[in-house]
């Protein structure tokens, strides 16, 4: 059964420093989102791309947060200057074109800045 | 907020028992997705119900969708132990393409 893959599964950085979460979505998918989940907390959305652009973004996606699908298959969460809070695990998602459909979730990245 | 809201947090039960746990959420929604989580791992679709359907079966899942109460709720059967995890409900609103997450319940099933 396909499914969605995230690299890599940890990663550790220091403050300041810039990351880039990588997420391959099932290929017959269309839209694609990234969420987070603060340790102990809920999952919360981030941002979702559809047709090469960003369709919809939460409140934490700031100027710091960008994504990108540079080929046909990755889809990338940068985060250009780390900060402490942004240590969670993050899970990248995709479904096909219905709004009916199951988004299905990668295994996540667990993110930790020092 | 369009948050989903689930009831009760924590929920402790014997191997064989029923559990219940119910989803609350604010505004109106296209679709309620039910997903588990087990401890620091990866979040698995369990069921989807969409908002002209009243109730869904998934082999031991049971849920049922009140869209005049603005709740849903999510039965398993006959529980075992490898059922213990974090079970979440999330909406995805008709305007919007994001789920929309709960705090989630811990369902801790004991043999």
């Known amino acids: ?114 | 907020s369009q948050q989903g809201e689930e009831d009760p947090q924590a929920l402790s039960i014997q191997e064989g028992e029923n559990a219940t746990m119910n989803c609350s959420y604010k505004t109106s929604i296209n679709n309620l997705q039910w997903y588990r989580q087990n401890s620091g791992r990866g979040l698995v679709h369990l069921i989807l119900i969409r908002s002209n359907e009243r109730e869904k079966h998934s082999g031991r899942l049971r849920v049922t969708l009140d869209t005049s109460k603005k709740s849903s709720s999510l039965l398993i059967t006959a529980s075992r132990a490898a059922d213990t995890a974090s079970y979440f409900c999330a909406t995805v609103t008709q305007a919007g393409t994001a789920l929309i997450f709960g705090k989630g319940t811990t369902l801790s099933v004991s043999s």
């Not at chain 1, 919809?56 to 947060?65: G, N, R, V």
């Not at chain 1, 809070?85 to 096909?96: I, L, N, Q, V």
């Not at chain 1, 709004?99 to 996540?108: A, I, L, M, S, V």
Request: hydrophobic share 30%; net charge negative; charged share 25%.
């Open chain 1, 1 to 114: 059964e396909p499914e969605v893959t995230q690299t890599p599964s940890h990663q550790v950085t220091q403050m300041g420093q810039e990351v880039i979460l990588r997420c391959v979505p099932i290929s017959n998918h269309l839209y694609f989102y990234w969420y987070r989940q603060i340790l102990g907390q809920k999952v919360e959305f981030l941002v979702s791309f559809y047709n090469n652009e960003i369709s919809e973004k939460s409140e934490i996606f700031d100027d710091q947060f960008s994504v990108e699908r540079p080929d046909g298959s990755n889809f990338t969460l940068k985060i250009r200057s780390t900060k402490l809070e942004d240590s969670a695990m993050y899970f990248c998602a995709s479904r096909k074109l219905q709004k009916q459909e199951t988004q299905y979730f990668g295994p996540g990245t667990r993110l930790l800045v020092l």
